[in-house]
């Protein structure tokens, strides 16, 4: 069965600093596609990155870049230089298979708490 | 460009009722989807509208339906709600199979 893993419930880092949230994967599939998602206390879910399973570089958002290990099924979010603002649950999903379905399984998420 | 609108944003219920949620898609997206989030258990996949057809289901009971008009926009419905079904209610859609894009959610509190 298909599978995110997020290992790490919360994590702190101090501003500007760098921060890696964990993310793990397990599929059968060859086409899948891997999100970054950010929940502030409001409840929006805030779309930040996307890797497809077949791009070969690493996809980056400003602050914001995926480090896509496909042989490890891995996909962390990497965070650089980090703002109060960051503070928030952070989510990675994955849409699994054929493109034609929005259907996404997510992770239990990341609580980062970004200090001055 | 405006982003994915749900409505209403909070609404109190009680056990037996029934409530609708509505979400306006992202203009030129056709494709929209519904997630429900609980403390319990995380973020689960309800249903996704394609077209006005239901491309696919999570497990889900029947008292959870769904619909999508010609012009995208998607409501969802709840019927002979339980307490359990206090949630939030959350909406997505995409057009270029890429990115996905959620609204603010629907707060649902079922008493």
């Known amino acids: 069965a298909q599978k995110i893993t997020q290992t790490q419930p919360g994590m702190f880092v101090q501003e500007k600093e760098a921060v890696t949230l964990d993310c793990t994967y397990d599929?059968?599939?060859?086409?899948?596609?891997l999100f970054w998602y950010k929940q502030p206390s409001s409840g929006e879910m805030i779309f930040l990155i996307y890797q497809g399973s077949y791009d070969e570089q690493n996809a980056t958002e400003g602050r914001y870049s995926l480090n896509f290990q496909k042989a490890r099924k891995s996909a962390n979010l990497v965070i650089s230089a980090s703002q109060l603002g960051d503070s928030a649950m952070y989510f990675c999903?994955?849409?699994?298979?054929?493109?034609?379905?929005?259907?996404?399984?997510f992770g239990t998420g990341t609580r980062l708490q970004v200090f001055p | 460009k405006a982003g994915v609108t749900q409505t209403p944003r909070y609404l109190i219920k009680t056990r037996g009722q029934q409530v609708t949620l509505s979400c306006s898609p992202i203009?030129?997206?056709?494709?929209v989807s519904w997630y429900q989030q609980t403390p319990g258990q995380g973020l689960q996949f309800l249903f996704e509208?394609?077209?006005?057809?239901?491309?696919n289901k999570g497990n889900f009971p029947g008292r959870f339906s769904g619909r999508q008009f010609s012009n995208s926009r998607s409501e969802m419905n709840v019927s002979t709600l339980e307490l359990g079904d206090s949630a939030l209610y959350l909406c997505a859609s995409s057009s270029i199979i890429r990115e996905l894009f959620f609204g603010e959610g629907s707060r649902l509190t079922v008493l």
């Open positions: 999903a994955m849409r699994e298979g054929p493109y034609n379905t929005d259907k996404l399984i």
């Open positions: 203009s030129g997206h056709r494709s």
């Open positions: 599929t059968s599939d060859q086409s899948y596609g």
């Open positions: 509208y394609f077209s006005e057809t239901q491309r």
